[in-house]
């Protein structure tokens, strides 16, 4: 027992999270009635999830949305769109309803167009318009009720990157102009930090882009931080229990760079800091931080097919594990964390075309043998963060 404590403390065993034990499971729930793929999805006040346009099966952006009951586990329609889209973003906002941001429309153009949907009448209504039409923009709720829309492009899906950024203020329904990124950008992450500032980091504008970038509401601009290691299109990016920002994943080139290394953006230092790699390199999958600290990391795209394997990063550790695969492999969907600590995933696409279903992500019950070896890793995930700071 001591030589195994020793191995542990020196980081030659890799300690699973709690629920390594017994690995967490994907099952399937209620399909939606339309197969969807970059849609959004929004948890609502009130536990239900809401399901916004996307693309059908011939590539035609939707206008419908259906909600998600988890107490029913089935799907029902509500309001239809005044915009059909996909690739929008969405946010909940403070009050209650749901904004609906961008995207490419019917005309297959991004558009300016933004909705609100309100749960108490399953309605959507029109609201102030984008200053500049967007595809793909990056959409955050700010600390101080405004919401921040940055980069995407505008046009096809092979327009022009955008570096503008926009503020909407949903006491005026109007959109304002704010600092723009010193780097345009599109298929980039946008991450609100604990000190309220938001970190832009990854994407793409004809080359990989590195270059992440803080926007600092105090004052409207972005401003340079430290870089990744590598260029990132497509990864996901997590706020952390302790402030810091998981990166995974991603894609470093155009043909076959998919990443499976992931690093900690740590907001004290500026600095991204080295952690382990993915199991599996996977690009455009989704991330959900989970009750236990835990992030779940499901499906996405190598470049050559989707995947269905899942893996879940434990902070106090710095190590990937593998997890419950899904019943289908998928990109292009959604992950959303429900009321009840569960994982809801929705439609996408398979290698074999859009998908209806959805599947329900069960987190296990930690064991007291798994806790007792997450203590032992989370001293030695301490310390290893210690020796990265110091260098």
């Known amino acids: 027992m001591p030589h195994f404590l020793f191995l542990l403390f020196l ?18 729930t209620g399909g939606m009635s339309s197969a969807r793929s970059l849609h959004t999805a929004t948890l609502l006040g009130d536990g239900r999830v809401l399901v916004c346009g996307g693309a059908d099966a011939t590539l035609q952006a939707l206008s419908t949305a259906e909600i998600y009951d988890p107490r029913t586990a089935t799907f029902s329609p509500t309001g239809t769109m ?26 297959n153009v991004s558009t300016t167009s933004v909705e609100l949907f309100n749960p108490a009448t399953g ?11 967007r595809l793909n923009p990056t959409v955050t709720m700010l600390g101080n009720g405004l919401v921040l829309v940055a980069g995407g492009y505008e046009g096809t899906s092979t327009g022009t990157p955008l570096a503008s950024a926009e503020l909407y203020d949903p006491a005026s329904g109007t959109f304002s102009l704010t ?44 401003v340079p931080t430290g870089d990744m290691s590598v260029a990132r299109r497509y990864p996901t990016a997590t706020l952390l229990p302790d402030g810091g920002v998981l990166l995974a994943g991603g894609y470093e080139n155009g043909t076959d760079g998919t990443l499976a290394s992931a690093e900690i953006y740590d907001n004290a230092s500026g600095l991204f800091l080295g952690t382990g790699s993915m199991g599996e390199a996977r690009g455009r999958q989704t991330a959900t931080l989970l009750g236990d600290g835990t992030v779940l990391i499901a499906g996405g795209y190598n470049l050559q097919t989707p995947l269905a394997s899942a893996e879940l990063y434990d902070p106090a550790s710095g190590l990937f594990f593998a997890t419950g ?16 600590g569960r994982v809801l995933i929705v439609g996408g696409e398979d290698a074999t075309g859009f998908l209806r279903s959805a599947e329900i992500y069960t987190v296990p019950e930690p064991s007291t043998c798994a806790l ?12 290893r963060r210690q020796q990265s700071r110091s260098r």
């Open 11 to 28: 980081g030659f065993v890799a300690v699973p999270p709690s629920g390594a034990a017994a690995p967490g499971t994907f099952t399937l």
């Open 82 to 107: 005044s915009t059909a889209r996909f690739a929008a973003n969405a946010t909940l906002l403070p009050d209650g309803r749901v904004l609906i941001v961008g995207g490419e429309d019917s005309g």
């Open 123 to 133: 309605m959507f209504s029109l609201t102030g318009s984008l200053l500049v039409s």
């Open 179 to 222: 600092g723009s990124m010193d780097v345009a950008r599109r298929n980039h992450t946008a991450t609100l930090l604990p000190d309220a500032t938001v970190l832009v980091a990854g994407g793409y504008n004809g080359t990989y882009v590195n270059a992440p970038e803080i926007y600092q509401p105090s004052t409207g601009l972005f």
């Open 325 to 340: 695969s899904m019943n289908e492999a998928r990109w292009r969907h959604t992950e959303t964390l429900l009321d009840d």
């Open 372 to 383: 007792l070896l997450m203590t032992v890793a989370g001293g030695l995930g301490w310390m």
